[in-house]
Structures are given as structure tokens and as C-alpha cells.
């Protein structure tokens, strides 16, 4: 029987931070680890490009992403791992979905309707800033997505919209050809709660709170040491409630040293020490993988090789899709 087609995108906008490595990295990872499927993972660099406009940043990011993922212990023989810019058949079929798209179905995109809100408010023209890139970003999608005949796409809350809109894309074209593109599923992420930053908030990289996955073992403990905490003088009791440093350590640590790290809490502990013990684990878990992302960052040609395997692998199922549009539309004859 034919596996589970499971697909998934990420973009590479900045350092990958511990948020993205809860919420996302790890938890693909052990999905690629199931047999009963086939998983295709890859760096959405061209999504990216409607917000990275710096050519260093544009390259540097994606080797960021491929070494985290391949770090964490995404293994590119068990999975399909590849640069979307590799892949020239998802480019073509954006642009063939985008005749079958219909204005109106982009203007209801939630990311695009928040910039024009956003203008409006700021009394702007409604356009103002706004390129074809991030109006065209969810036809993009459905073309990642299509081209390998996916099945299942896990995603966040805040991709959902992008997944109903493939189907709805796919759904036009199959109308118009009969059954030619496979219809996904999105699949939720489990939800592993909020990752709090350096500042109790959400860690994002538009709050500037974050946590690299993989900075150099200094630069964690330095940037630990400036997580927020209240003002309880050192021998007094502590409240677990609400802090953040408690919140990061029950994430990375065992049920016995949470209790442990909550006593201590109770007994009064101080801050730099209930620091100090929250870069202890943090790092006993990053600390492998750091070796290993350090490696390939500072040989990115081992990158580009798992990525162009990938990409080969991944051209050669696109190529399949691809055909049958190119068949179902007419092109090269009916
Ligand atoms: N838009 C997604 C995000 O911002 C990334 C992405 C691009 C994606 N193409 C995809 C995710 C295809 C799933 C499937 O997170």
C-alpha cells in the first residue's frame, strides 16, 4: 500500500530559537522517525524572501535551518529533506495554480488582510508596502504542497487558513480537469504551550526575547542570567507560579528534577542559582547537537549536499505530479 504522504515547510526568517525547536523542530523530527510514512521536509526560502531582503541574511538563514534540523536529528535518508529554490516544478505549478486562483480567495488571506488593516489604521493607502510576493505567498503554498500529492501537512493554528486554501485551489483545477491533485489534510500541532522568552512573553523574534537553539554555550548561559524574575530577596520562598525560569527547566528536564528544582523553589532558592541550574540542563541537552550544527555551519558545502540530494529526490516526484497537469491542461499536445 502506498504510504501517508506527510509535507511540511519551514521559513527561514532568523536563528531558529528554542521556541521553534519545541514547537517545531523536534516534534518533525520524530514524525520522520515513523515508517508508515513519507515525509518531505523543507526550507521555505522563497516564502521567506517576501521579508528577507538582505542577500546575507537570505543565504545565512537557511544553512541556519538545514544544520538545526539536521543537528536535532532530522536523518535525510528517512525523509525527503530539500531548498524549495531547488525544486524549479514548485515554481512552474504556482504559477499554473495561479490562473485557477481567483483574486477574491487571496483577499481574504489572513496575513495579507492584517497589512491592509494595518495601513488603514495608520490612515495609508491600503496597498502601501504590500508586494505580489505576499499577496501571491498562499498560491506558493498550495504549489509546495500539491506538487508532491500530499496527504497530510502539519501545521500551526496560524497555517490552518493556508491548507483550506490549497483545497480550495485544488478543488478549481480538479472541477475544471477531473481528479488531477491529491486534496490534503492539515493536521494541528500539538500544542506544547507557550515557550516563554527572556522576558516572560511568547518567545518570538519580533519581541527580541529569544533563545538561539545553538548559540555558543557562553552566549546561553549569558543570555539565561537575563531572563526576568521578580524582585523575592535570595533566602526567600519562591513561587513557581508564573516563572519563567521554572517553565523553561520542566520543558528540558526529568518529572524527579522538576520536584527537586520546585523545592528548592520553596526552600529559597536564589535566582542566580535557580539559573544557573536551568543552563545546567538546557545545555545537557544541547550540547551534542551544538557540536554537530557547529561543524556543518562551518562547512556549509556538507549542507548543500544533503539539501541538492534532496532536492533531487524530491524533483523526481514533483516531475510525476507535474506531468499530469502538464497532460491535463494540454501542454506538449492532447
Ligand atoms: N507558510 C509556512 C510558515 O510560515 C511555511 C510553509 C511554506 C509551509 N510552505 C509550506 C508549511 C507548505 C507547510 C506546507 O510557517
Not at 222 to 233: G, H, Q, V, Y
Not at 325 to 331: E, L, M, P, Q, R
Request: hydrophobic residues 35%; aromatic residues 10%.
Amino acid at each position: 500500500m502506498a504510504k501517508n504522504i506527510v509535507l511540511t515547510g519551514i521559513k527561514p526568517t532568523g536563528d531558529p530559537h528554542l521556541g521553534n525547536y519545541l514547537g517545531a523542530i523536534a516534534p518533525a523530527v520524530e514524525l520522520s522517525q515513523s515508517p508508515d510514512r513519507d515525509s518531505y521536509f523543507f526550507i521555505a526560502d522563497y516564502h521567506a524572501l517576501t521579508s528577507i531582503h538582505s542577500a546575507k541574511d537570505f543565504a545565512h538563514y537557511s544553512y541556519q535551518v538545514a544544520a538545526t534540523w539536521l543537528a536535532s536529528g532530522l536523518d535525510p535518508e528517512k525523509c525527503v529533506f530539500y531548498r524549495q529554490s531547488d525544486v524549479p516544478e514548485i515554481f512552474e505549478l504556482s504559477w499554473i495554480l495561479s490562473c485557477f486562483t481567483q483574486k477574491g480567495l487571496m483577499n481574504r488571506a489572513h496575513a495579507y488582510k492584517a497589512r491592509v488593516a494595518e495601513n488603514e489604521q495608520k490612515k495609508e493607502d491600503p496597498d502601501h508596502g504590500i508586494d505580489m510576493g505576499l499577496y501571491c505567498y498562499p498560491v506558493l503554498m498550495a504549489a509546495d504542497i500539491l506538487a508532491f500529492d500530499t496527504d497530510i501537512v502539519p501545521v500551526g493554528a496560524d497555517q490552518v487558513q493556508h491548507v483550506e486554501m490549497t483545497r480550495d485551489i485544488a478543488n478549481r483545477f480538479n472541477h475544471r480537469f477531473g481528479q488531477v491533485l491529491k486534496l490534503p489534510e492539515y493536521q494541528l500541532k500539538e500544542d506544547v504551550g507557550v515557550i516563554e522568552g527572556l522576558d516572560g512573553r511568547k518567545m518570538s523574534k519580533s519581541y527580541q526575547n529569544t533563545i538561539p537553539v545553538f548559540c555558543p554555550q557562553k552566549r546561553l548561559k549569558k543570555l539565561i542570567n537575563k531572563i526576568k524574575t521578580d524582585s523575592t530577596p535570595p533566602e526567600e520562598p519562591k513561587s513557581t507560579e508564573g516563572s519563567t525560569l521554572y517553565n523553561l527547566y520542566k520543558i528540558f528536564a526529568t518529572a524527579e528534577q522538576t520536584e527537586n528544582y520546585a523545592r528548592q523553589f520553596q526552600e529559597g532558592i536564589s535566582w542566580g542559582e535557580a539559573k544557573a541550574q536551568l543552563f545546567e540542563v538546557v545545555n545537557a541537552r544541547l550540547a551534542e547537537p551544538r557540536e554537530k550544527y557547529d561543524e556543518m555551519m562551518a562547512n556549509p558545502e556538507v549542507i548543500d549536499v544533503v539539501l541538492k540530494e534532496g532536492a533531487r529526490r524530491a524533483r523526481e516526484k514533483a516531475q510525476v505530479v507535474l506531468a499530469r497537469v502538464h497532460k491535463a491542461i494540454g501542454k506538449g499536445g492532447v
